[in-house]
T-cell receptor, first 116, second 113 residues
């Protein structure tokens, strides 16, 4: 089945640090990847849609200068949380969809980000 | 846009009993409905999905039903086991935007041994 790898799985850092999270599709090409944020005991909140070779599409209320997304290849998208603060602490999950549009999304393992 | 509502938020059943989780959607253009299972601190995993051209789909102990007229779909788990304990999310995707999945709020299922 489709495999999506996300790294790192856990990050603990000081306030003001920028953190980069990688999302890779290991056995398929993903023209589109998605970044979600999940608060404890809550559902997945779509932050942005990452499009290979073009700018990401951000959901309303998500600061694009705060959450930088780069999708440079068909298998890799990165999310950089710039100048992270404690309120940015959360579980971030990426997902990828096969280039054929009728396929489901497959999720990475998630990254637990803790800002001290 | 689409709005997906999911009930109940928590569900406790005895091992061996059946569990049913229900979702409703608002956009009649939605045509794909996946269900995900998420264990604590782990990734959501696709367990079953259904497209709008069928009314029911079954995979061993798991089944999903879809009522397009009423705009609701349900997940049925029979002969529940403790390892079925997790949070379950339904989702819907419209025919005009393959990129956007609208997730329900989740159901925490607890199967008591």
């Amino acid at each position: 089945g489709a495999v999506v790898s996300q790294h790192p799985s856990r990050v603990i850092c000081k306030s003001g640090t920028s953190v980069k999270i990688e999302c890779r599709s290991l056995d398929f090409q993903a023209t589109t990847m998605f970044w979600y944020r999940q608060f404890p005991k809550q559902s997945l909140m779509l932050m942005a849609t990452s499009n290979e070779g073009s700018k990401a599409t951000y959901e309303q209320g998500v600061e694009k200068d705060k959450f930088l997304i780069n999708h440079a290849s068909l298998t890799l998208s990165t999310l950089t949380v710039t100048s992270a603060h404690p309120e940015d602490s959360s579980f971030y999950i990426c997902s990828a969809r096969h280039q054929f549009s009728n396929q489901p999304q497959h999720f990475g393992d998630g990254t637990r980000l803790s800002i001290l | 846009g689409e709005n997906v509502e999911q009930h109940p938020s928590t569900l406790s059943v005895q091992e061996g009993d059946s569990a049913v989780i229900k979702c409703t959607y608002s956009d009649s253009a939605s045509n794909y409905f996946p269900w995900y299972k998420q264990e604590l601190g782990k990734r959501p995993q696709l367990i079953i999905d259904i497209r709008s051209n069928v009314g029911e789909k079954k995979d061993q102990r798991i089944a999903v039903t879809l009522n397009k007229t009423a705009k609701h779909f349900s997940l049925h788990i029979t002969e529940t086991q403790p390892e079925d304990s997790a949070v379950y999310f339904c989702a819907a995707r419209t025919s005009y935007n393959f990129n956007k999945f609208y997730f329900g709020s989740g159901t925490k299922l607890n199967v008591k041994p």
